[in-house]
């Protein structure tokens, strides 16, 4: 999977990629408002276009859908906080979700489910200078 990990302009490929993904769904009559966008971490991707594509998450809030972020237990995660095993990368799959939420990305792809949605709800509070409506 990680084989072409070589871009010209990652962000700029990743867009195009996306907008024809786009293009395709609207021709087969999926709703707009049914579709979200996943810049695909971890999928052909070095860790550290991994890393840029979090940077630059909020770039992709030009196609007009929410995004999707699957970081959870993710290589790149591993590499950063120096843990090969993937069952103990919680910590570091949590930073991600909350710089998700702090980018504007809607939603996450996660394997722990409860820490994920208190560290999105905390980052979102933060975020909006509000507490969340858990109704």
């Keep these: 999977m990680q084989q072409d990990t070589d871009y010209r302009d990652l962000l700029g490929e990743i867009l195009a990629w996306l907008r024809q ?18 810049p695909g971490i971890g999928f052909g991707k070095s860790g550290e276009a991994n890393l840029e594509i979090l940077r630059r998450l909020p770039e992709l809030h030009s196609l007009g859908h929410p995004i999707l972020l699957g970081t959870s237990r993710k290589n790149f995660i591993g590499r950063v906080i120096a843990q090969p095993d993937p069952q103990q990368r919680l910590y570091g799959t949590l930073a991600t979700v909350a710089l998700g939420v702090a980018a504007g990305a809607q939603l996450f792809r996660v394997h722990e489910v409860r820490p994920a949605r208190e560290a999105a709800l905390m980052a979102w509070a933060v ?3 509000a507490f969340p409506s858990l109704d």
């Design 21 to 38: 993904g786009l293009e395709r769904a609207a021709v087969a009559g999926i709703a707009s408002d049914k579709l979200a966008i996943d």
């Design 127 to 129: 975020r909006q200078g």
